[in-house]
């Protein structure tokens, strides 16, 4: 019998862990060769792990749940007929045991000062001890110490106290701070803590109910929060006329169904976004701060924002122009219906989302007037869209009902002014109202 050893591929640029989300297979299993082993969920999307050769799990080292790295080994595989050795779980074995946890430690009671040392000015009558935050651990300190820390965002329990019993002392707290602003590491910590403090007890006010965020939300809020953090937004907003746009849409979308693509205002927004960016290539561009730099992209991928079961999906389309040659619509229009039954279906692979330069966020299939988006860092700029709706509108000195679409360019400040945000969106507005434009392009 040998051995082999099973290592986890590279699962995509910058991705070096994941989660284990499912095992397809168990020890004892006979696999063939590109058969599914297990199930691993980066940020963004599960993948199926294959088997890179045939024979019988002998062993695997990861359960649901766990973190892997990549090319850590997941699972080992033996071949000949000798039973397989040391294993974590069988087809016939019983479940294995969960071990029991140990019981929460209770603390210790407070020591209560002698009745002579109460009588002393450091261990004041009315002080109280608190409860760490974080480890839940009984601390004697004074109610000013206490108030000062929380606003500070540091866990009393790191203190180190100078008075009776290792009471701490505001002063205590103090110079805690100073010890952290000298070390670097410790400062990003606190800063940390301070940027998110822990949540009040809201059970007191009524019943609660806690469940987990999915990766998918863990990494979204992330995001948003660096990209709220990182860039100084500015929206521009225009209406776009799109009358004529919807008739040639309405007549046409048959013969592209025909086609395998789905006609859709988002695939007409994507080819006239990669005119506009081939146009204004600042809006197709990244602020490298640590250098000062305009990092420009030669090719243009736009990322589609999705509402999916499993949360917000970004996937891209990519080289919708490139070197003076663009894609026609039908060609978007057939990428971009492969790309949301692929997201329907989750099966996105890591390479789907990655690579964009702008990103476009439809949204008027919801009813919305208007949005607010947020520019996805490290890109510059965002176009969002609401529902197109039916008003009044004069045309040629004649009041006329037209199809209005309220469109949002959200952007970087520091890279983009407001009159480049004006031409973009103005571009943006032209295209969508005269279809002959878009067929030029």
Sequence with gaps: MTKHTLHLPSLGEGVTKAAVAGLLVAVGDTVALGQPLIEVETDKVTVEVPADMSGVVEAIHFSVGDDIQAGSVFMTLSTGNAPAGDAI??????????????????????????????????????????LSPATGKTVPASP??????????IDIADVQGSGLRGRISAQDVKTHVRRLMENPAQSAKTASTFLHPPLPDLSAFGPITRQPQSRIGQVT?????????????????????ITELEAARQRHKAGVAAAGGSLTLTAILV?????ALAEFPLFNASLDVQTNEIVLRHSIHIGVAMDTERGLLVPVLRDVTRAGAGKSLLQIAQELAALTGKARQNKLGVDDLQGAGFTLSNLGGMGL??????????????????????????????????????????????LINGADGARFLVYVAEMLADPFLLALR
């Design 89 to 130: 779980a069988t087809k016939d074995s019983p479940a294995p045991a969960i071990p029991a946890q140990k019981p929460p430690e209770i603390p210790p009671p407070v020591e209560m000062p002698s009745p002579s040392a109460l009588n002393t000015q450091t261990q004041p009558p009315t002080e109280n001890p608190t």
């Design 144 to 153: 000013i110490s206490r108030r000062m820390a929380r606003e500070l965002g």
């Design 221 to 241: 809020a992330a995001n948003m929060q660096r990209s709220w953090s990182e860039i100084p937004h500015a929206w521009l907003q225009e209406e776009a006329d």
């Design 271 to 275: 080819k006239v976004l990669a005119s």
């Design 369 to 414: 007037t208007s949005i607010l988006p947020v520019v996805n860092w490290p890109q510059s700029a965002i176009l969002g869209v609401a529902a197109g709706k039916q008003l009044p509108h004069y045309v040629n000195g004649e009041l006329r009902p037209r199809l209005i679409l309220p469109l949002t360019l959200g952007f970087d400040h520091r």
